[in-house]
Nanobody, 127 residues
Framework: QVQLVESGGGLVQAGGSLRLSCAAEGGTFSTYAMGWFRQAPGKEREYVAAISKSNGVTNYVESVKGRFTISRDNAKNTVYLRMNKLKPEDTAVYYC????????????????????WGQGTQVTVSS
């Protein structure tokens, strides 16, 4: 069983930056592919970014490409989401997720593919 704890959310002005962290407790972190999702008020949860368990492959939703960067530190059991040039439409609760991955280079973009979820951290971008 893996527990995921997100941190780093907050209130930021448009154009600003935040770095989210997701620390994993339990399990073997290096066996998990990781992902970030977000849910804005009144909307469905959506995919944001993913990283393979080998740290070699990343994937992003089109709306965040060039602004967000996902990375991981297997020695610290932590995945990060660096968010630059934030926009009001990035306002949401951000969730990290872990998937036991048989492939060292696969990323996963659908919610149903993930085995474990964190509780989320709020990101609010003011205009």
């Amino acid at each position: 069983q893996v527990q995921l704890v997100e941190s780093g959310g907050g209130l930021v002005q448009a154009g600003g930056s935040l770095r989210l962290s997701c620390a994993a407790e339990g399990g073997t972190f290096s066996t998990y592919a990781m992902g970030w999702f977000r849910q804005a008020p009144g909307k469905e949860r959506e995919y944001v970014a993913a990283i393979s368990k080998s740290n070699g492959v990343t994937n992003y939703v089109e709306s965040v490409k060039g602004r967000f960067t996902i990375s991981r530190d297997n020695a610290k059991n932590t995945v990060y989401l660096r968010m630059n040039k934030l926009k009001p439409e990035d306002t949401a609760v951000y969730y990290c997720a872990a998937k036991i991955s048989p492939s060292p280079y696969s990323t996963y973009v659908t919610e149903t593919g993930y085995d474990y979820w964190g509780q989320g951290t709020q990101v609010t971008v003011s205009s």
